[in-house]
């Protein structure tokens, strides 16, 4: 079984910055893509920016410029730097990561809560 533990999130005034990381646990042979995702109250779940294995992103339109993945594939985990947030980046940012191990499986953490105030 593979856990994704988020951590990171919180409460932070329009124009600042926070770190989410996210740490993969459990039986991994390899982890495919790692990603964040964020959903709005009242909203779907939208992907918010991804990364690949050989270090390809992939971001939204509403963060290109302003958010940053990176991961380290020794540690299994994946990192988002969030700078000049807004409020309506206000959401619960989920982990995701396709891990390969006996079977290939795609995993979710529980969630961080963000919370931009203007």
Same mark, same amino acid.
């Given at each position: 079984q593979v856990q994704l533990v988020e951590s990171g999130g919180g409460l932070v005034q329009a124009g600042g910055s926070l770190r989410l990381s996210c740490a993969a646990s459990g039986i991994i042979f390899s982890i495919n893509s790692m990603g964040w995702y964020r959903q709005a109250p009242g909203k779907? +779940?939208?992907?918010?920016? !991804?990364?690949? #294995? #050989?270090? /390809? !992103? /992939?971001? %939204?339109? #509403?963060v290109k410029g302003r958010f940053t993945i990176s +991961?380290? /594939? %020794?540690?299994n985990t994946v990192h988002l730097q969030m700078d000049n947030l807004k409020s309506?980046?206000? %959401?619960?940012?989920?982990? /995701?990561?396709?891990? +390969? %191990?006996? !079977?290939?499986?795609?995993?979710?953490?529980?969630?961080?809560l963000v919370t931009v105030s203007s």
């Open positions: 779907q +779940r939208e992907l918010v920016a !991804t990364i690949t #294995s #050989s270090g /390809n !992103t /992939n971001y %939204a339109d #509403s +991961r380290d /594939n %020794a540690k309506e980046d206000t %959401a619960v940012y989920y982990c /995701n990561a396709v891990v +390969r %191990a006996f !079977t290939t499986g795609n995993y979710w953490g529980k969630g961080t």
